[in-house]
């Protein structure tokens, strides 16, 4: 874990220098790129294990970089802003972020949430690990050991948190678990981020399995507790 190399992408000089003396003091390896170009290019070149990712960038956008390296890799991403703004919040979750921060943000808590989003990269999947049978339900064929979806003969491989979302809902067809335990089985009983990523990745993995997305028949909201893969009667 303290070896782990972290990539910041950052414009502003002061924040971009106060993070790799934090990081490299709390034991981690750090790269700095002060545009979204730079942080691309030293992406490509030498990887990363993390990366904080200024939303707000001059040039190519911290949107942009994020799709960019997510064509490559699913490498854990932490979204960084200067604004407290829900909407940007919402583009942060959108986009698939592993978390969010908003400026100013204290040391303590940067590293916190780094150390758990690298806790949860390095764990994967061990909590389903006991569980590898194909579930069937509501016509779908989800195989936990391929992470994928069968349905009218095709096969959709789903990026992880996703698939671990279906498949839990899926081990537990017709019961409503509530938003926490569902955060604590896919992402990590020590989670530290938004619950709105929950909601976030439900609404992706819907627009995935749902006929309407827009008005679902499968995974079912359960207002004030949490969601339930209801199959066709």
Do not use: C
């Not at 990363?48 to 707000?56: K, P, R, S």
């Amino acid at each position: 874990m303290s070896e782990a190399h972290i990539l910041v992408v950052e414009d502003e000089e002061s924040y971009r220098d106060s993070l790799k003396y934090l990081l490299g003091r709390e034991g981690f390896s750090v790269s700095t790129a002060e545009t979204g170009t730079r942080g691309v290019e030293l992406f490509e070149r030498d990887g990363a294990d993390l990366v904080l990712l200024d939303l707000m960038l001059p040039g190519m956008s911290g949107t942009d970089v994020f799709r960019t390296i997510r064509e490559r890799s699913e490498v854990p991403i932490i979204m960084v802003t200067a604004k407290d703004d829900q909407v940007d919040k919402i583009i942060g979750l959108e986009l698939g972020a592993d978390d969010y921060v908003t400026k100013p943000y204290s040391g303590r808590e940067l590293v916190a949430r780094v150390r758990s989003v690298l806790r949860r990269a390095a764990a994967g999947y061990d909590s389903l690990a006991d569980e590898p049978t194909r579930v069937s339900v509501a016509g779908m064929t989800i195989d936990p050991e391929r992470l994928t979806m069968q349905r009218d003969g095709e096969t959709t491989s789903l990026p992880p948190k996703e698939f671990g979302l279906l498949l839990l809902l899926a081990q537990n067809a017709g019961r409503v678990l509530p938003r926490q335990v569902i955060i604590d089985r896919v992402w990590g009983a020590d989670y530290y981020g938004d619950t709105k990523t929950l909601d976030v990745h439900i609404k992706r993995l819907r627009a995935r399995i749902e006929e309407d997305p827009h008005n679902p028949v499968l995974i079912q909201t359960v207002r004030g507790v949490g969601y339930t893969l209801e199959p066709p009667a």
